[in-house]
């Protein structure tokens, strides 16, 4: 028996469609989708969320920012303890030989000097800010302060 193209016929499996669901009452198979029977909502595009909401319900839907978020750089700081044991005596201390050492990462924003804990060194600091209990600290180990 010669087997021609005409004789060749498709598997059992390959013929049976898909169901497609939801494509209106008179296709025979399923019927409307969890969508309800007309309006604007069963249709395909239909808008969602058509609720009729007051003003005070759409008020509480807005997220709301929280606080205040100032726009104003604030200075690095730099305690006294941290001074005393990286920095030599006699030094000039600016906010770029800081960040040189590590001590600051943006030194544009400046540097403040924080009076946490004790200098025994003669520093120099010049283009920092400073606390008040740390310019007494600073002038007392006998050094200056100049901004």
Do not use: W
């Not at 296709?27 to 604007?40: E, I, P, W």
């Not at 920095?87 to 000097?113: H, R």
Request: hydrophobic letters at 30%; glycine letters at 14%; one cysteine or more.
């Amino acid at each position: 028996m010669a087997l021609g193209a005409h004789t060749i016929k498709p598997g059992k499996r390959i013929k049976v469609s898909n169901k497609r669901v939801g494509r209106g009452n008179g296709s025979g198979k399923g019927t409307y989708s969890a969508r309800g029977l007309k309006g604007q909502k069963s249709r395909s595009g239909g808008r969602g969320g058509l609720k009729l909401r007051g003003f005070k319900q759409s008020l509480q839907k807005v997220p709301k920012l929280r606080g205040f978020k100032s726009l104003k750089t604030k200075p690095q700081s730099v305690t006294l303890a941290t001074l005393e044991r990286i920095c030599d005596a006699g030094e000039t201390v600016t906010p770029y030989s800081l960040e040189a050492k590590g001590l600051v990462q943006f030194p544009d924003k400046g540097v403040k000097i924080v009076a946490t804990g004790e200098l025994t060194k003669k520093l120099n600091f010049i283009g920092v800010l400073a606390t008040k209990k740390s310019v007494e600290l600073i002038e007392k180990a006998g050094g200056t302060l100049k901004f």
